[in-house]
Protein backbone atom coordinates (compact mmCIF):
# COMPACT_ATOMS: atom_id res chain seq x y z
CA UNK A 1 0.00 0.00 0.00
CA UNK A 2 1.47 3.66 -0.63
CA UNK A 3 0.88 6.34 1.40
CA UNK A 4 1.28 9.64 -0.17
CA UNK A 5 1.68 12.84 1.79
CA UNK A 6 1.70 16.09 -0.79
CA UNK A 7 2.95 19.37 0.26
CA UNK A 8 0.31 21.39 1.55
CA UNK A 9 -0.48 24.75 -0.91
CA UNK A 10 -2.76 26.67 1.54
CA UNK A 11 -1.26 30.04 2.04
CA UNK A 12 -0.20 30.40 5.83
CA UNK A 13 -0.25 26.73 6.11
CA UNK A 14 3.25 25.40 7.17
CA UNK A 15 2.32 22.05 8.70
CA UNK A 16 3.07 18.69 7.45
CA UNK A 17 0.76 15.54 7.66
CA UNK A 18 3.42 13.39 8.25
CA UNK A 19 7.07 13.88 10.02
CA UNK A 20 10.31 11.87 9.88
CA UNK A 21 8.98 9.88 13.30
CA UNK A 22 6.00 8.87 11.84
CA UNK A 23 7.08 7.78 8.66
CA UNK A 24 9.26 5.29 10.24
CA UNK A 25 6.47 3.38 12.30
CA UNK A 26 4.44 3.23 8.95
CA UNK A 27 7.49 2.05 6.84
CA UNK A 28 7.79 -1.10 9.90
CA UNK A 29 4.34 -1.34 9.44
CA UNK A 30 4.49 -2.71 5.92
CA UNK A 31 3.56 0.25 4.03
CA UNK A 32 5.23 2.30 1.65
CA UNK A 33 5.14 6.55 2.47
CA UNK A 34 6.18 8.85 -0.74
CA UNK A 35 6.33 12.54 0.37
CA UNK A 36 6.85 15.81 -2.04
CA UNK A 37 9.83 17.78 -2.20
CA UNK A 38 9.97 20.35 0.12
CA UNK A 39 6.78 19.05 1.99
CA UNK A 40 8.49 19.67 5.66
CA UNK A 41 10.25 22.32 4.88
CA UNK A 42 7.74 24.97 6.57
CA UNK A 43 8.28 22.64 9.82
CA UNK A 44 12.10 22.77 9.86
CA UNK A 45 12.11 18.93 8.29
CA UNK A 46 14.23 18.57 5.30
CA UNK A 47 13.61 15.96 2.63
CA UNK A 48 17.18 14.50 4.00
CA UNK A 49 15.37 13.52 7.47
CA UNK A 50 12.38 11.70 5.13
CA UNK A 51 14.64 9.85 3.55
CA UNK A 52 16.49 8.58 6.57
CA UNK A 53 12.87 7.58 7.74
CA UNK A 54 12.75 5.28 5.12
CA UNK A 55 10.21 7.61 2.90
CA UNK A 56 10.68 8.33 -1.16
CA UNK A 57 10.74 11.82 -2.06
CA UNK A 58 8.87 12.94 -4.86
CA UNK A 59 10.06 15.69 -6.88
CA UNK A 60 6.25 16.73 -8.49
CA UNK A 61 2.72 16.50 -6.71
CA UNK A 62 1.30 14.87 -9.51
CA UNK A 63 2.70 11.80 -9.79
CA UNK A 64 2.53 11.31 -5.89
CA UNK A 65 -1.18 12.05 -6.11
CA UNK A 66 -1.93 9.82 -8.92
CA UNK A 67 -0.06 6.58 -7.46
CA UNK A 68 -0.91 7.12 -3.97
CA UNK A 69 -3.63 4.41 -2.17
CA UNK A 70 -3.70 6.38 1.03
CA UNK A 71 -3.46 10.23 0.64
CA UNK A 72 -2.26 12.31 3.65
CA UNK A 73 -3.09 15.90 4.07
CA UNK A 74 -3.34 19.26 6.96
CA UNK A 75 -5.83 20.69 4.82
CA UNK A 76 -8.91 19.98 2.78
CA UNK A 77 -7.68 19.28 -1.27
CA UNK A 78 -8.55 21.64 -3.68
CA UNK A 79 -10.20 21.11 -7.07
CA UNK A 80 -6.86 20.72 -9.06
CA UNK A 81 -5.19 17.49 -6.29
CA UNK A 82 -8.46 15.58 -6.07
CA UNK A 83 -8.65 15.59 -9.83
CA UNK A 84 -5.42 13.22 -9.57
CA UNK A 85 -6.34 11.04 -7.22
CA UNK A 86 -7.29 7.98 -8.11
CA UNK A 87 -10.78 6.21 -7.63
CA UNK A 88 -11.09 4.25 -4.13
CA UNK A 89 -7.85 6.19 -3.15
CA UNK A 90 -8.61 7.09 0.74
CA UNK A 91 -7.87 10.42 1.70
CA UNK A 92 -7.12 11.61 5.48
CA UNK A 93 -7.73 15.48 6.40
CA UNK A 94 -9.34 18.51 8.41
CA UNK A 95 -12.49 18.67 5.45
CA UNK A 96 -14.42 20.87 7.23
CA UNK A 97 -17.93 19.49 5.34
CA UNK A 98 -19.66 22.59 6.64
CA UNK A 99 -17.99 25.05 4.24
CA UNK A 100 -16.46 22.61 2.11
CA UNK A 101 -19.34 21.56 0.45
CA UNK A 102 -18.18 21.70 -3.36
CA UNK A 103 -15.05 19.82 -1.83
CA UNK A 104 -16.61 16.87 -0.56
CA UNK A 105 -19.36 16.66 -3.66
CA UNK A 106 -16.40 16.55 -5.52
CA UNK A 107 -14.50 13.39 -3.29
CA UNK A 108 -17.80 11.60 -3.58
CA UNK A 109 -17.90 12.55 -7.55
CA UNK A 110 -14.52 10.92 -8.23
CA UNK A 111 -14.92 8.11 -6.11
CA UNK A 112 -12.44 8.94 -3.11
CA UNK A 113 -12.70 6.93 0.27
CA UNK A 114 -12.22 10.31 2.35
CA UNK A 115 -11.79 10.96 6.09
CA UNK A 116 -12.73 14.13 8.37
CA UNK A 117 -10.56 14.61 11.38
CA UNK A 118 -13.27 16.99 12.25
CA UNK A 119 -15.82 14.09 12.60
CA UNK A 120 -13.90 11.46 14.84
CA UNK A 121 -16.20 10.09 17.26
CA UNK A 122 -15.11 11.34 21.18
CA UNK A 123 -14.84 7.71 22.75
CA UNK A 124 -12.07 6.95 24.39
CA UNK A 125 -10.82 4.38 21.96
CA UNK A 126 -10.08 6.76 19.17
CA UNK A 127 -8.01 9.45 21.69
CA UNK A 128 -4.60 8.68 19.82
CA UNK A 129 -6.47 10.09 16.76
CA UNK A 130 -8.10 13.22 17.90
CA UNK A 131 -6.34 15.90 15.49
CA UNK A 132 -9.09 18.84 16.71
CA UNK A 133 -7.73 18.20 20.46
CA UNK A 134 -4.28 18.13 19.49
CA UNK A 135 -4.89 21.26 17.08
CA UNK A 136 -6.78 22.50 19.31
CA UNK A 137 -4.34 22.25 22.71
CA UNK A 138 -1.19 24.08 20.99
CA UNK A 139 -3.83 27.33 20.11
CA UNK A 140 -4.68 27.58 23.66
CA UNK A 141 -1.11 27.82 24.94
CA UNK A 142 -0.49 30.21 22.15
CA UNK A 143 -3.28 32.57 22.35
CA UNK A 144 -1.48 33.12 25.59
CA UNK A 145 1.66 34.16 24.52
CA UNK A 146 0.11 36.28 22.19
CA UNK A 147 -1.80 37.94 24.51
CA UNK A 148 1.10 38.46 26.79
CA UNK A 149 3.56 39.89 23.96
CA UNK A 150 0.75 42.61 23.39
CA UNK A 151 -0.55 43.83 26.61
CA UNK A 152 2.32 45.94 27.78
CA UNK A 153 2.17 44.84 31.31
CA UNK A 154 3.43 41.94 33.63
CA UNK A 155 1.30 38.90 34.07
CA UNK A 156 2.55 37.58 37.47
CA UNK A 157 2.33 39.87 40.86
CA UNK A 158 6.08 41.38 41.47
CA UNK A 159 6.52 43.09 44.75
CA UNK A 160 9.77 45.09 44.12
CA UNK A 161 11.88 48.12 45.98
CA UNK A 162 9.26 50.85 43.66
CA UNK A 163 6.32 48.95 44.31
CA UNK A 164 3.86 45.93 43.75
CA UNK A 165 2.79 45.08 40.52
CA UNK A 166 -0.80 43.73 40.02
CA UNK A 167 -1.25 40.22 38.37
CA UNK A 168 -2.79 40.77 34.73
CA UNK A 169 -6.52 39.40 35.00
CA UNK A 170 -7.00 36.61 32.45
CA UNK A 171 -10.82 35.85 31.16
CA UNK A 172 -11.19 32.97 29.17
CA UNK A 173 -14.32 32.41 27.40
CA UNK A 174 -14.66 28.16 26.55
CA UNK A 175 -13.30 25.66 28.41
CA UNK A 176 -12.47 22.99 26.13
CA UNK A 177 -9.05 21.59 25.48
CA UNK A 178 -7.76 24.83 24.03
CA UNK A 179 -9.07 26.94 27.02
CA UNK A 180 -8.32 24.79 29.71
CA UNK A 181 -4.75 25.00 27.86
CA UNK A 182 -5.03 28.59 28.02
CA UNK A 183 -5.98 28.52 31.70
CA UNK A 184 -3.04 26.38 32.36
CA UNK A 185 -0.80 28.72 30.38
CA UNK A 186 -1.84 31.97 31.78
CA UNK A 187 -1.47 30.54 35.15
CA UNK A 188 1.98 29.34 34.82
CA UNK A 189 2.70 33.08 33.93
CA UNK A 190 1.28 33.95 37.15
CA UNK A 191 -2.21 35.43 35.68
CA UNK A 192 -5.44 35.42 37.78
CA UNK A 193 -7.73 33.79 35.78
CA UNK A 194 -11.23 33.31 35.66
CA UNK A 195 -13.45 30.74 33.09
CA UNK A 196 -16.85 30.60 31.53
CA UNK A 197 -18.66 27.93 29.86
CA UNK A 198 -21.74 26.70 28.63
CA UNK A 199 -21.23 23.42 30.52
CA UNK A 200 -21.35 23.24 34.02
CA UNK A 201 -19.50 19.64 33.68
CA UNK A 202 -16.35 21.51 33.08
CA UNK A 203 -16.53 23.84 36.37
CA UNK A 204 -14.04 20.80 38.40
CA UNK A 205 -11.77 21.22 35.53
CA UNK A 206 -11.08 24.80 35.51
CA UNK A 207 -10.60 24.80 39.35
CA UNK A 208 -8.18 22.04 39.08
CA UNK A 209 -6.59 24.26 37.21
CA UNK A 210 -6.25 27.06 39.67
CA UNK A 211 -8.88 29.34 38.24
CA UNK A 212 -11.95 30.83 39.27
CA UNK A 213 -14.88 29.31 37.24
CA UNK A 214 -17.92 31.93 36.32
CA UNK A 215 -21.40 30.59 36.54
CA UNK A 216 -24.26 32.35 35.23
CA UNK A 217 -28.16 32.02 35.68
CA UNK A 218 -28.39 30.00 32.48
CA UNK A 219 -29.57 26.37 31.33
CA UNK A 220 -26.77 24.07 30.60
CA UNK A 221 -25.97 23.84 26.76
CA UNK A 222 -23.93 20.64 26.11
CA UNK A 223 -24.07 18.67 22.95
CA UNK A 224 -23.20 15.40 21.89
CA UNK A 225 -19.26 13.92 22.39
CA UNK A 226 -19.03 16.62 25.49
CA UNK A 227 -18.81 19.36 23.26
CA UNK A 228 -21.03 22.66 23.36
CA UNK A 229 -24.40 22.40 21.20
CA UNK A 230 -25.07 25.49 19.06
CA UNK A 231 -26.84 27.90 21.06
CA UNK A 232 -30.44 29.86 20.57
CA UNK A 233 -30.01 33.74 19.73
CA UNK A 234 -32.32 34.12 22.82
CA UNK A 235 -29.47 32.14 25.22
CA UNK A 236 -26.49 33.85 23.53
CA UNK A 237 -28.73 37.35 24.28
CA UNK A 238 -29.05 36.28 28.03
CA UNK A 239 -25.67 35.43 28.20
CA UNK A 240 -23.92 38.82 26.36
CA UNK A 241 -25.68 40.52 29.23
CA UNK A 242 -24.66 38.35 32.02
CA UNK A 243 -20.51 38.10 30.77
CA UNK A 244 -20.31 41.99 30.24
CA UNK A 245 -19.33 42.80 33.93
CA UNK A 246 -16.74 40.05 33.55
CA UNK A 247 -15.30 41.27 30.28
CA UNK A 248 -14.75 44.54 31.02
CA UNK A 249 -12.83 43.96 34.35
CA UNK A 250 -10.56 41.75 32.54
CA UNK A 251 -7.08 43.03 31.23
CA UNK A 252 -6.88 39.74 28.98
CA UNK A 253 -10.10 38.05 27.13
CA UNK A 254 -9.33 34.65 24.78
CA UNK A 255 -12.35 33.44 23.23
CA UNK A 256 -11.96 29.49 22.42
CA UNK A 257 -15.80 28.73 22.31
CA UNK A 258 -16.83 27.16 18.98
CA UNK A 259 -19.76 24.22 18.32
CA UNK A 260 -18.02 21.30 15.42
CA UNK A 261 -19.36 22.12 11.88
CA UNK A 262 -21.19 25.64 12.69
CA UNK A 263 -20.51 29.60 13.20
CA UNK A 264 -19.04 30.33 16.19
CA UNK A 265 -21.39 31.36 18.67
CA UNK A 266 -20.88 35.64 19.04
CA UNK A 267 -19.92 36.38 22.58
CA UNK A 268 -18.29 39.66 22.65
CA UNK A 269 -20.56 42.73 21.23
CA UNK A 270 -18.82 45.75 19.98
CA UNK A 271 -20.32 47.30 22.90
CA UNK A 272 -17.91 45.04 25.37
CA UNK A 273 -14.98 45.49 23.76
CA UNK A 274 -15.34 49.12 23.83
CA UNK A 275 -16.13 49.22 27.90
CA UNK A 276 -12.40 47.49 28.24
CA UNK A 277 -9.61 49.38 29.72
CA UNK A 278 -7.19 50.92 27.10
CA UNK A 279 -4.28 48.55 26.86
CA UNK A 280 -6.39 45.51 27.45
CA UNK A 281 -5.94 42.83 24.71
CA UNK A 282 -8.58 40.01 23.42
CA UNK A 283 -7.31 36.86 21.01
CA UNK A 284 -10.09 35.55 19.18
CA UNK A 285 -9.34 31.44 18.34
CA UNK A 286 -12.56 31.60 16.88
CA UNK A 287 -11.66 33.93 13.92
CA UNK A 288 -11.36 31.61 11.51
CA UNK A 289 -15.20 30.25 11.66
CA UNK A 290 -17.04 33.79 12.20
CA UNK A 291 -15.31 34.79 15.76
CA UNK A 292 -16.50 35.04 19.08
CA UNK A 293 -15.91 38.78 18.64
CA UNK A 294 -18.08 40.72 16.93
CA UNK A 295 -15.14 43.49 15.45
CA UNK A 296 -13.08 40.32 14.92
CA UNK A 297 -11.39 40.39 10.95
CA UNK A 298 -9.79 37.41 10.42
CA UNK A 299 -6.22 37.42 9.99
CA UNK A 300 -6.09 40.74 11.30
CA UNK A 301 -5.37 42.54 14.33
CA UNK A 302 -7.64 45.61 15.25
CA UNK A 303 -7.60 48.34 17.76
CA UNK A 304 -10.35 49.48 19.20
CA UNK A 305 -10.21 52.69 21.70
CA UNK A 306 -6.93 51.03 22.26
CA UNK A 307 -8.15 47.49 23.17
CA UNK A 308 -5.89 44.98 20.30
CA UNK A 309 -8.13 42.17 19.21
CA UNK A 310 -5.85 39.80 17.47
CA UNK A 311 -7.43 37.50 15.04
CA UNK A 312 -4.57 35.40 13.65
CA UNK A 313 -5.76 32.85 11.46
CA UNK A 314 -4.43 29.19 12.07
CA UNK A 315 -2.61 29.61 15.48
CA UNK A 316 -1.47 25.85 15.21
CA UNK A 317 0.19 26.33 12.28
CA UNK A 318 2.79 29.25 13.95
CA UNK A 319 4.12 26.49 15.84
CA UNK A 320 4.57 23.78 12.69
CA UNK A 321 7.48 21.84 14.32
CA UNK A 322 5.23 20.37 17.29
CA UNK A 323 1.75 20.77 15.84
CA UNK A 324 2.93 19.19 12.79
CA UNK A 325 4.24 16.00 15.42
CA UNK A 326 1.10 15.71 16.80
CA UNK A 327 -1.03 16.19 13.90
CA UNK A 328 1.25 13.46 12.16
CA UNK A 329 0.61 10.96 15.15
CA UNK A 330 -3.01 11.85 15.29
CA UNK A 331 -3.19 10.98 11.49
CA UNK A 332 -0.99 7.65 11.46
CA UNK A 333 -2.70 5.97 14.34
CA UNK A 334 -5.93 6.48 12.51
CA UNK A 335 -4.42 4.93 9.26
CA UNK A 336 -3.02 2.06 10.93
CA UNK A 337 -6.71 1.47 12.11
CA UNK A 338 -7.78 1.28 8.90
CA UNK A 339 -5.19 -1.21 7.68
CA UNK A 340 -4.41 -5.02 8.28
CA UNK A 341 -1.84 -6.71 7.26
CA UNK A 342 -0.17 -3.82 5.30
CA UNK A 343 -3.65 -3.76 3.03
CA UNK A 344 -6.22 -1.29 3.51
CA UNK A 345 -9.38 -2.88 5.31
CA UNK A 346 -12.23 -0.82 5.98
CA UNK A 347 -14.52 -2.09 8.68
CA UNK A 348 -17.76 0.34 8.31
CA UNK A 349 -19.34 -1.77 11.34
CA UNK A 350 -16.47 0.06 13.35
CA UNK A 351 -17.77 3.38 15.02
CA UNK A 352 -14.48 5.00 14.21
CA UNK A 353 -14.29 3.94 10.83
CA UNK A 354 -18.15 4.81 10.21
CA UNK A 355 -18.06 8.04 12.01
CA UNK A 356 -14.83 9.72 10.21
CA UNK A 357 -15.40 8.40 7.01
CA UNK A 358 -17.24 11.75 4.69
CA UNK A 359 -17.20 9.65 1.28
CA UNK A 360 -16.91 6.21 -0.34
CA UNK A 361 -18.33 4.25 -3.67
CA UNK A 362 -19.18 7.59 -5.21
CA UNK A 363 -21.55 8.95 -2.12
CA UNK A 364 -21.62 10.82 0.37
CA UNK A 365 -22.18 8.51 3.42
CA UNK A 366 -22.34 10.59 6.83
CA UNK A 367 -25.35 11.76 7.92
CA UNK A 368 -23.64 14.61 9.54
CA UNK A 369 -21.92 15.49 6.72
CA UNK A 370 -24.87 15.48 4.58
CA UNK A 371 -26.67 17.73 6.78
CA UNK A 372 -23.80 20.26 6.98
CA UNK A 373 -23.08 19.81 2.77
CA UNK A 374 -26.54 20.51 2.44
CA UNK A 375 -26.84 23.55 4.82
CA UNK A 376 -23.39 24.90 3.88
Do not use: W
Amino acid sequence: MKVGVPREIEQGERRVALVPDTVKILVAAGLEVAVEAGAGAAAYLGDDLYQTAGATVASRAGTLLRDADAVLKVQAPRESEISLLKKGAVLISFLQPATQGDIVRSLATHGITAFSLELLPRISRAQSMDALSSQASAAGYKAVLMAADRIGKLFPMMMTAAGTVAPTRVLVMGAGVAGLQAIATARRLGAVVSAYDVRPAVKEEVHSLGATFIELPLETQEGEGGYAREQSEEFLRKQRELIGEHVAKSDVVITTAAVPGRRAPLLVTADMVKGMRPGSVIVDLASETGGNVELTQAGKDVDVNGVTLIGTRNVPSTMPLTTSQLFARNVANLLLHLVKNGVLALDFQDEITKGACVTHGGEIVNERAKQMVSAA
